[in-house]
């Protein structure tokens, strides 16, 4: 299996579209994984802002072609979509309206962060999920696989969104390693194991 080490440098961000619903965030604290709920984009950019790297699940480019994330005339798929589609790993266009917001929200984030001379990527829980064969919403499956990792998780009862921010966190550890895949296009990149 493989080893999850603690670096206190990277989080994991499971953002959601919009501020009345959770985003997820993780990161090592005390070699614990520190999860919880934001809401707003001030405490989203507040947590954020004291780690170098930033893994967040949400579409932080468009497709090049598209004026913007409203434009219906633009191409659907940047070339990272493609290439994770080419992987066989399920993902719902940015076009789609949810993905939409989510878009201009991830967006908008990982501008105010790279302002502050963060590094932000892109990544996919859905990918480690399925890399490691687990069901993407099936919370016991899902912690049954952290335990095997080995990650030293407290005694509570996750969200999906601390679940899927754990993902993120996985994944910036990868990065971190240099042991991930790094889906890159001329319109974005996503981070994945």
């Known amino acids: 299996m493989i080893e999850i080490k603690p670096y206190p440098n990277i989080i994991g961000i499971d953002l959601a579209g919009s501020a009345k619903r ?13 999860t919880g709920i934001l809401h707003s984009d001030y405490e989203i950019i507040n947590l954020a802002k004291g780690f170098d790297i930033i893994m967040i699940d949400a579409p932080l480019s468009i497709p090049k072609g598209r004026k913007d994330i409203d434009d219906k005339n633009g191409p659907h798929f940047r070339e990272c979509d493609i290439m994770l589609r080419k992987l066989r790993i399920r993902f719902f266009p940015i076009t789609l309206g949810s ?14 962060l790279e302002k502050l001379n963060k590094t932000v ?23 049954q696989i952290y335990k095997k990792l080995n990650l030293p998780l407290e005694d509570k009862k996750y969200e999906q969104d601390e ?21 890159s296009g001329i319109d974005g990149t996503i981070v994945i194991i």
Not at 22 to 34: D, L, M
Not at 121 to 143: C, H, M, S, W
Not at 167 to 183: E, K, P, R, S, T
Request: net charge positive.
């Open 22 to 34: 959770n985003t997820g965030f993780a990161y090592f604290y005390n070699n614990k994984i520190n």
């Open 99 to 112: 993905m939409r917001i989510l878009t201009k929200r991830g967006i908008s984030i990982k501008n105010e």
């Open 121 to 143: 990527f892109e990544t996919f829980p859905g990918a480690v999920y399925d890399k490691f064969q687990v069901e993407r919403k099936n919370k016991l499956q899902i912690i």
């Open 163 to 183: 679940l899927d921010a754990i993902a993120c966190l996985i994944v910036g550890i990868f990065y971190y390693q240099n042991q991930a895949q790094i889906l």
